[in-house]
Nanobody
Framework: VQLQASGGGLVQAGGSLRLSCEPS????????MGWFRQAPGNGREFVAA????????RYAGSVKGRFTISRDNAKNTVYLQMNSLKPEDTAVYYC?????????????????WGQGTQVTVSS
């Protein structure tokens, strides 16, 4: 499974961006996906995750109420709508996928990773 993430960029504080992640290859084996982020000097941090069977998405406390993860089953694509962006949201954002449908916030539980897309929020 290959993951292609897109949608990053430079935005002012308070602005919005939407990230997309589309699996290819054996994408039928993917049953849940998540977004993580990594700022310079920090470890990889969970942001949000969703599955294909309709369970409630999960969010990190720092983004809850501002970010929304959603999926398009027909396109097998996951989106991360990011609103009210803050400078501390600046990071490389990675999408990840796994075969299991149980949502997890743990990065090493994901088998497949995208290449990352840079999000920079200026103050």
């Amino acid at each position: 499974v290959q993951l292609q993430a897109s949608g990053g960029g430079l935005v002012q504080a308070g602005g919005s961006l939407r990230l997309s992640c589309e699996p290819s290859g054996r994408s039928f084996s993917v049953n849940s996906m998540g977004w993580f982020r990594q700022a310079p000097g920090n470890g990889r941090e969970f942001v949000a995750a969703i599955n294909w069977i309709g369970g409630s998405p999960r969010y990190a406390g720092s983004v809850k109420g501002r970010f929304t993860i959603s999926r398009d089953n027909a396109k097998n694509t996951v989106y991360l709508q990011m609103n009210s962006l803050k400078p501390e949201d600046t990071a490389v954002y990675y999408c990840a996928a796994r075969r299991a449908s149980v949502i997890t916030t743990t990065s090493n539980q994901y088998s497949y990773w995208g290449q990352g897309t840079q999000v920079t929020v200026s103050s």
